[in-house]
T-cell receptor, first 109, second 114 residues
């Protein structure tokens, strides 16, 4: 099993749609979880941290299921500007993070 | 606040040449990292450092060297450049804390080896 696995997509959705991304991780000792977004040919940028109780930031909701080692990201009311690749990120050790390969989202008018 | 700054942004090298990719951060972060990202692929950790004078290998360290003489700077050295090192290189930094803290990235160096 890969350390972090994501569906590569692409997810092609119309504006206003709700879209969900899933991610699984293999290391049950991981303590920190994040979602990053990466625009084409740009650096990854932190979208949000993921907390055990689940958390929301505007149109974005992140969930963590430690028992199933599963993380999700829900985007409501998709905007054209949400088009990007979304990276699931899990901690390893010594401050190290493992980055998934990402799920590509394309929001169409 | 500049964050993480990488230079150069683009570079073309000939096979066998060497060069240093520069990375500096002004956030007083102890932890710094070098990644490479090949087209369509995820980030792979090359080297990391948890503080000045301390460096350690990541997943793909072969062909690279690093040093960390100050908190701010973490240069990556390529010796004897090879075509397989054509990639986008990202430097990142984070602060120590409970668990792992999010990493902040520079905007990358695009390197081509011909």
């Amino acid at each position: 099993r890969k350390e972090v696995e994501q569906d590569p997509g692409p997810f092609n959705v119309p504006e206003g749609a709700t879209v969900a991304f899933n991610c699984t991780y293999s290391n049950s000792a991981s303590q920190s979880f994040f979602w990053y977004r990466q625009d084409c040919r740009k650096e990854p940028k932190l979208l949000m941290s993921v907390y055990s109780s689940g958390n929301e930031d505007g149109r974005f909701t992140a969930q963590l299921n430690r028992a199933s080692q599963y993380i999700s990201l829900l985007i409501r009311d998709s905007k054209l500007s949400d088009s990007a690749t979304y990276l699931c990120v899990v901690s390893r050790s010594q401050g190290n993070l493992i980055f998934g390969k990402g799920t590509k989202l394309s929001v169409k008018p | 606040n500049a964050g993480v700054t990488q230079t150069p942004k683009f570079r073309i090298l000939k096979i066998g040449q060497s060069m240093t990719l520069q990375c500096t951060q002004d956030m007083n972060h102890n932890y710094m990292y070098w990644y490479r990202q090949d087209p369509g692929m995820g980030l792979k950790l090359i080297y990391y450092s948890v503080g000045a004078g301390i460096t350690d290998k990541g997943e793909v360290p072969n062909g690279y060297n690093v040093s960390r003489s100050t908190t701010e700077d973490f240069p990556l050295r390529l010796e004897l450049a090879a075509p397989s090192q054509t990639s986008v290189y990202f430097c990142a930094s984070s602060s120590p804390g409970t668990g792992s803290q999010p990493q902040h990235f520079g905007d990358g160096t695009r390197l081509s080896i011909l």
